[in-house]
């Protein structure tokens, strides 16, 4: 089964907070820091699209592991999102067969330039993935 939650947010111009993104969902971690990637520098001058999926694996003491880049459209925006997993961190649980010792997940960020709109987006999508 897979667990699929989508967010969006308006990024530079308010702080993205997550900490209790997934309050009603017991089946999941919940973070305890969340750290947003840095917009893309490069969208804000011309380019205006770019998508990075991670995969990583989340511990039941809330530590972030395996950390991989499966799907990106450019280097720099790769790195800002894997620095920012990087630095997560979620609440620790103890295992059970809903909420295992660890859980493999994905996201993806989709960072956009509204063009009418003249204003900066990110659009994040969580997945969980199969036995790691």
Sequence with gaps: MKLLCKLSGIVGLSALLLGGAYARDETH??????VSPVYPSALRGGRLFASVRVHYDIHNDGSVSGIRVVEQTDQKTA?????????????????TDEMPAVIGESVQYLFDQERLEKRL???ISWERR???
């Design 29 to 34: 971690p919940r973070f305890d820091r969340y």
């Design 121 to 123: 987006r990110m659009v």
């Design 79 to 95: 790195n800002v999102v894997v620095s920012a997993v990087k630095r997560w961190r979620f609440k620790p649980w103890d295992a």
């Design 130 to 132: 199969g036995e790691s």
